[in-house]
């Protein structure tokens, strides 16, 4: 089992660039493919990027391809999303998930993601 705790968010300006980390405590997290995902109200959670367990494969919605960069670092338990050239449609509570992927062949989006972690708000002003 592992437990995700996100950080990073916070309020910016359209055209300014927040970095979110995803920690992980429990098992060691190069086993787990981990995507970043994001919710608004009234609106269906959809996945912004993912990566592999070992960060040679990485996916990104077509909304965000250019701006976000997913990265990991697998000795500090932590992924990232480097969000740059922020929008106001960018405005959401964005997760963190990940899938225990022990042979390393996950590849995103997945049907379906084991762990979550609880949030955290991005607000981007026009």
């Known amino acids: 089992q592992v437990q995700l705790v996100e950080s990073g968010g916070g309020l910016v300006q359209a055209g300014n660039s927040l970095k979110l980390s995803c920690a992980a405590t429990g098992r060691p997290f190069s086993l787990y493919a981990v995507a970043w995902f994001r919710q608004t109200p009234g609106k269906e959670r959809e996945i912004v990027a993912g990566i592999s367990r070992s960060g040679d494969s990485t996916y990104y919605a077509d909304s965000v391809k250019a701006r976000f960069t997913i990265s990991r670092d697998n000795d500090k338990n932590t992924v990232y999303l480097q969000m740059n050239a922020l929008k106001p449609e960018d405005t959401a509570v964005y997760y963190c998930?990940?899938?225990?992927?022990?042979?390393?062949?996950?590849?995103?989006?997945?049907?379906?993601?084991?762990?979550w972690g609880q949030g955290t708000q991005v607000t981007v002003s026009s």
């Open positions: 998930a990940a899938h225990f992927d022990p042979y390393g062949t996950s590849r995103h989006p997945l049907d379906e993601y084991d762990y």
